[in-house]
């Protein structure tokens, strides 16, 4: 059973800038999906960033150009660097891995098979 831990989160102003990672406890295999998530108080949960296994990116376009995930297989990491983020920019974020295969890309919330327990980001104005 896969166990994914975050870190990185904190407060920081906006305009400046904050990484996230998220070590697998086992090996994330090239194939496998892996993203970022967040959820504010009161709203659902949205996608931030996907990887696919070739190293296709997708964005939700509200980061578009601020954020960009990247992923470490030989440290079975993920990265998020997030650049100038905003006051909007405040959530708890999550990393998952594994999305089912039915789903044919990566992008989308559904059919994660693993979660990790989220790690909180405030961005100050």
């Known amino acids: 059973q896969m166990q994914l831990a975050e870190s990185g989160g904190g407060s920081v102003q906006a305009g400046g800038s904050l990484r996230l990672s998220c070590a697998a406890s086992?090996?994330?295999?090239?194939?496998?999906?892996r993203g970022w998530f967040r959820q504010a108080p009161g709203k659902e949960r949205e996608g931030v960033a996907t990887?696919?296994?070739?190293?296709?990116?997708n964005y939700a376009d509200s980061v578009k150009g601020r954020f960009t995930i990247s992923r470490d297989n030989a440290k079975n990491t993920l990265y998020l660097q997030m650049d100038s983020p905003k006051p909007e920019d405040t959530a708890m974020y999550y990393c998952?891995?594994?999305?089912?295969?039915?789903?044919?890309?990566?992008?989308?919330?559904?059919?994660?098979?693993?979660w990790g327990q989220g790690t909180q980001v405030t961005v100050s104005s």
């Open positions: 086992a090996y994330t295999y090239r194939h496998m999906c």
């Open positions: 990887i696919d296994s070739d190293g296709s990116t």
């Open positions: 998952a891995a594994d999305r089912d295969p039915i789903y044919t890309t990566c992008w989308g919330a559904d059919g994660w098979n693993y």
